[in-house]
């Protein structure tokens, strides 16, 4: 039930970005969704994609530090505290989150958002057992 | 003022003649106490008989920092352990760092060199000394603190940091005498004018600074910041401390060597062949009346140039110019004495860590600043923000704990760290001193 990520280190600097996006876009890769965490001199770029394994290997050949990571994409209800009925299961069982974004696509009614927990194997079990939906990474990738 | 004109104004020939005899016993000595000269005078193919004169020191090999490393931590030492009583090591981790050792014996010289280097400007036993050298391992503090003591001076032992105390005790005690690095007068002369003291109207009146080069540009600052003299002394632990050579302030030209205690050789740092007296090239030292430590032909890797003819001071003692440089890749950071290679065996002790990393070193303001760029490498790289900043922290404290210099630490992408000819360049100095 985990979606692949990747995330890419990056200094702070003019066009730092551009050249990620550029090496995605030659490889036809299509970004989900994205966030970019920033501190003073460097950034983490963070993305869904519909190709991982072609994005990780295009990016490392670029000659980018590329990790994968396991996040989990969770269907929020699209209405005033959707989220929060989700965070306050997790804070009841003490699952640290430690980001979160959002997808860009819905999945019917529902918004989605990206999850990174620990831990991620546990907060899975918990989100189902309380009724969330926890999309599979094939869904995520192809929406 | 000579502290020991008996002496400091030998005449050149009794001098030699003092050299030698020194030079002599010394040899004798370390061939039959230290292990490491027997073996290296041996490959040499000389015995201690065969220095007949001043000129026959040439014959010995030279002792090198890698040597001392080598002989970590006591290996050099010519005297049992219960004789030593106090030692000063430079920064580093195990293995690199250098240890030096001093009989009592020992100390009574050091003591009287730095007694000789405040008398030389002109400092007596009426006059209050500020000591901002660092107490500690590093041989700054207590090498000054014991030779304004012996000279009789009132000494505030104030050691480095704490700069806002420092300026107070400046206006309160009313020290006449300064000693720390040229880098910190600045910063204390900046400090202190931001605290809204007039620097120039405090009772200072000379300063005797050292511990990292410095220009005749920083000395005008200096002087007309603090309203000072400022007067260039110049040492290395391994050979004593300071101490090893001090300007005067009657001659302002040049330091002199303490050539009583120390024999100064200048040689080409590439070939090892010794030069004339008046070219520039580095500085080689041989101690001739140290116990515990004793070096032979040591070479320091500073560059500078001997001076012979006569000062107006009266001492009989060659001197050396300021250090004009290095003659391998250490750095001088706000007077810690680093190399890079140290700093890559920190960093190699970091799992994960890829030995790709750059030395930025400035200088903002007056104080010297060191930026440590390490390439992210996947083995590091986590895609959690508090993960990189933390492995930042570490590198910083690591830096800082076995070398007791700041760094700033900034991670770079792979790959961006310039590479010459498949060599990185590690280290980019762009201080203007």
Known sequence: MKVEQISIFMENRPGALEQVTGVLSRANINIRALS??????????RLIVNDVATAKKVLQEGGFTVKRTDV??????DRPGGLHSILAVLARHAVNVEYMYAFIERSGENAIIIFRFTPTDEAIDILIKNGFTVLPGEKVYSL | MMYNEEFEALP??????????????????????????????DEAGVKPDDIRTLDDLRKLPFTTKNDLRDNYPFGLFAVPMSSVVRMHASSGTTGQSTVVGYTRRDIETWSELMARCFAAAGVTRNDIVHNAYGYGLFTGGL??????????????????GNTKRQIVILQDFGPTVICCTPSYALTLAEAGTEMGV?????????????????????KLEIENKLNITALNIYGLSEVIGPGVSMECIEGRDGMHIFEDHFIVETIDPETGEVLPPGEQGELVFTTITKE???????????????ITTPCRCGRSFLRMERVSGRSDDMLIIRGVNVFPSQIESVLMAIEGLEPHYQLIVDRV??????????????????????????????????????????????????????RFEGKAQRVIDKRQI
């Open chain 1, 36 to 45: 970019l965490a920033d501190t003073s001199d460097f950034g983490i770029l």
């Open chain 1, 72 to 77: 989990v994409a969770v269907e929020v209800p």
């Open chain 2, 12 to 41: 050149r020939e009794v001098l030699e003649a003092l050299q030698l005899k020194r030079l002599r016993h010394i040899v004798e000595r370390v061939y039959h106490t230290v292990g490491f000269y027997r073996r290296s005078f």
């Open chain 2, 143 to 160: 090498g000054a603190h014991y030779g304004a003591e012996k000279l009789g001076a009132s000494v505030i032992p104030m050691s480095g």
């Open chain 2, 198 to 218: 007039d620097m120039r109207s405090l009772k200072l009146r000379v300063g005797i600074l050292g511990a990292e080069p410095w220009s005749e540009r920083m």
């Open chain 2, 292 to 306: 515990a430590f004793p070096l032979i032909r040591y070479r320091s890797r500073d560059i500078s140039r001997i």
């Open chain 2, 365 to 418: 303001g007056t104080l010297d600043t060191l930026e440590i760029r390490v390439e992210v490498s996947e083995s590091i790289f986590s895609d959690e923000i508090k993960a990189l900043q933390s492995l930042e922290k570490r590198i910083s404290k690591d830096v800082k704990d076995y070398l007791g210099v700041t760094a700033q630490v900034k991670l770079v992408e792979p790959k961006t760290i310039q």
